[in-house]
């Protein structure tokens, strides 16, 4: 079966640190792969989505990059974090084609 | 651009009775609807995914309806319990693109 792993769960980060989050799936190959943000009380945004090895698509301009090393790998990253990137920031797949996505556990992320 | 709405933003309830979530979305060239429930500070758990061409689907107690042409579809939860108090998602699917509404918060009273 299909997995999805991603971490950390928590993290607390100083402005103008750098940052790393990575998702990985199992069970599956060339999943479409996304990074979403959920602000405070807030639906979810879309930020990248990648249809494979070293496609990377975004959605918003930010402060934010994301890259996909592996077929099953996804990173979010920054140089320098603003107390904006704050927030709660989950991964998800998808097989191409019309059919069901499936999320990661999320990361909170908290700058300070 | 695609907008997807949910109503109400919250909604409580007693044990027992049966709960019934809106959401609508304004373009109707969809591939297909998903509705999730997130419990706080967790990801988002798949309840049931409709394809553009059917009308309902089915799990348990929860039943989902979709009207595209209308751009709606409702999520109805019979015989509420207390563990069926989450945020429930509803998700529309464009190409490669989930968009979603900002979810109803619901609450079961014991």
């Known amino acids: 079966s299909q997995t999805i792993h991603q971490w950390p769960a928590t993290l607390v980060q100083p402005v103008g640190s750098p940052l790393s989050l990575e998702c990985t799936v199992e069970?599956?190959?060339?999943?479409?792969l996304y990074w979403y943000r959920q602000a405070a009380g807030r639906g979810l945004q879309l930020l990248f989505y990648?249809?494979?090895?070293?496609?990377i698509s975004s959605e918003v301009p930010q402060n934010l990059s994301a890259s996909r090393p592996q077929d099953r790998q996804f990173i979010l990253s920054s140089k320098k974090l603003l107390l904006s990137d704050s927030g709660f920031y989950l991964c998800?797949?998808?097989?191409?084609?019309?059919?069901?996505?499936?999320f990661g556990q999320g990361t909170r992320l908290t700058v300070v | 651009k695609q907008e997807v709405t949910q109503i109400p933003a919250a909604l409580s309830v007693p044990e027992g009775e049966n709960l019934v979530l809106n959401c609508s979305f304004t373009d109707s060239a969809i591939y297909n609807l998903q509705w999730f429930r997130q419990d706080p500070g967790k990801g988002l758990t798949s309840l049931l995914l409709i394809q553009s061409s059917q009308r309902e689907q089915t799990s348990g107690r929860l039943n989902a309806s979709l009207d595209k042409s209308s751009g709606r579809s409702t999520l109805y939860i019979a015989a509420s319990q207390p563990g069926d108090s989450a945020t429930y998602l509803c998700?529309?699917?464009?190409?490669?693109?989930?968009?979603f509404g900002a979810g109803t918060t619901v609450t079961v009273r014991a």
């Open positions: 998700a529309v699917r464009n190409d490669y693109k989930l968009s």
């Open positions: 069970g599956t190959s060339n999943p479409n």
């Open positions: 990648s249809v494979g090895i070293g496609q």
């Open positions: 998800a797949w998808s097989v191409r084609g019309a059919t069901e996505a499936f």
